[in-house]
């Protein structure tokens, strides 16, 4: 039996979607957990993930934690269609795909959008309901990079990590899919595409994408083969429709001048 316990919106947690359905899995036990009402502080599911965090895969009562983990985990468990190469170097050069993707990535990915869209929200927050919130976390170096982007907007360190990182990210994307490849790892879909995909997803949602993409052809032509993909659509990645969507839209679109100038500014000599 395999459960899921997810956030909707989470980035991670559409890496993990994404995974089930490139697998063709549908037999499946939601648990959906929002993390906007503190759900995920609660004691029955601190059991599960002591980090407190989304998603979390139970596999027959076995618990499995992290994204990419629970992703490589499925890939070996349900093994056809597979989603690594066979070649123990290929499998390697993966691996650090995705290890960049957990570590410069998704630390990118949330700060940009702690510092465009959920500043907002939580700046409009009663401050004790805020400050519940981050008590609550389990992890006090995400909670310090949080309050930074919030308070410090574009100003923050971690604002400006993040955009040097995912111009990193995008520079050896473009390198490597100059060969024409379809895809990282070549002409087959693999982890390391997946495991970008829900990220990449939310920079186009704040209107942030183009910072990368504008002159970088390949890049964006492997956007638009991704987003095509029919796991892509299933597991919903990607800010959500109406109001959500605009929310992200807008309040990115505040801000993604501005990131590109300091961006173009940290690159000078």
């Given at each position: 039996?395999?459960?899921?316990?997810?956030?909707?919106?989470?980035?991670?947690?559409?890496?993990?979607?994404?995974?089930?359905?490139?697998?063709?899995?549908?037999?499946?036990?939601?648990?959906?957990?929002?993390?906007?009402?503190?759900?995920?502080?609660?004691?029955?599911?601190?059991?599960?993930?002591?980090?407190?965090?989304?998603?979390?895969?139970?596999?027959?009562?076995?618990?499995?934690?992290?994204?990419?983990?629970?992703?490589?985990?499925?890939?070996?468990?349900?093994?056809?269609?597979?989603?690594?190469?066979?070649?123990?170097?290929?499998?390697?050069?993966?691996?650090?795909?995705?290890?960049?993707?957990?570590?410069?990535?998704?630390?990118?990915?949330?700060?940009?959008?702690?510092?465009?869209?959920?500043?907002?929200?939580?700046?409009?927050?009663?401050?004790?309901?805020?400050?519940?919130?981050?008590?609550?976390?389990?992890?006090?170096?995400?909670?310090?990079?949080?309050?930074?982007?919030?308070?410090?907007?574009?100003?923050?360190?971690?604002?400006?990590?993040?955009?040097?990182?995912?111009?990193?990210?995008?520079?050896?994307?473009?390198?490597?899919?100059?060969?024409?490849?379809?895809?990282?790892?070549?002409?087959?879909?693999?982890?390391?595409?997946?495991?970008?995909?829900?990220?990449?997803?939310?920079?186009?949602?704040?209107?942030?994408?183009?910072?990368?993409?504008?002159?970088?052809?390949?890049?964006?032509?492997?956007?638009?083969?991704?987003?095509?993909?029919?796991?892509?659509?299933?597991?919903?990645?990607?800010?959500?429709?109406?109001?959500?969507?605009?929310?992200?839209?807008?309040?990115?679109?505040?801000?993604?001048?501005?990131?590109?100038?300091?961006?173009?500014?940290?690159?000078m000599p």
């Amino acid at each position: 039996m395999l459960e899921l316990y997810y956030y909707e919106n989470s980035v991670c947690s559409e890496r993990v979607l994404m995974t089930l359905a490139e697998k063709g899995i549908a037999d499946w036990e939601r648990h959906h957990i929002d993390l906007f009402k503190g759900e995920q502080a609660n004691p029955e599911y601190v059991k599960l993930n002591p980090k407190a965090q989304v998603p979390t895969l139970v596999h027959d009562g076995r618990v499995i934690r992290e994204s990419s983990i629970i992703c490589d985990y499925l890939d070996d468990a349900f093994p056809h269609p597979p989603l690594k190469p066979a070649a123990p170097a290929d499998r390697a050069r993966l691996r650090e795909w995705v290890k960049e993707a957990d570590e410069a990535g998704f630390q990118g990915v949330a700060s940009l959008s702690f510092t465009a869209v959920f500043r907002e929200r939580l700046l409009n927050m009663d401050p004790a309901e805020r400050d519940r919130l981050w008590a609550e976390q389990t992890d006090p170096a995400r909670t310090f990079r949080q309050k930074s982007c919030v308070f410090e907007g574009l100003d923050s360190p971690h604002a400006i990590i993040a955009l040097t990182a995912w111009e990193r990210i995008f520079t050896d994307l473009e390198l490597t899919l100059s060969d024409n490849r379809h895809w990282i790892m070549g002409t087959d879909f693999t982890l390391a595409d997946l495991n970008l995909a829900p990220f990449v997803a939310r920079l186009e949602g704040m209107a942030f994408l183009d910072i990368w993409c504008d002159g970088r052809p390949a890049s964006a032509a492997w956007w638009q083969r991704m987003k095509a993909r029919p796991s892509y659509g299933k597991a919903k990645v990607g800010p959500g429709l109406g109001d959500e969507q605009a929310t992200f839209a807008r309040e990115g679109a505040k801000i993604a001048g501005e990131a590109r100038q300091r961006l173009h500014e940290l690159s000078m000599p």
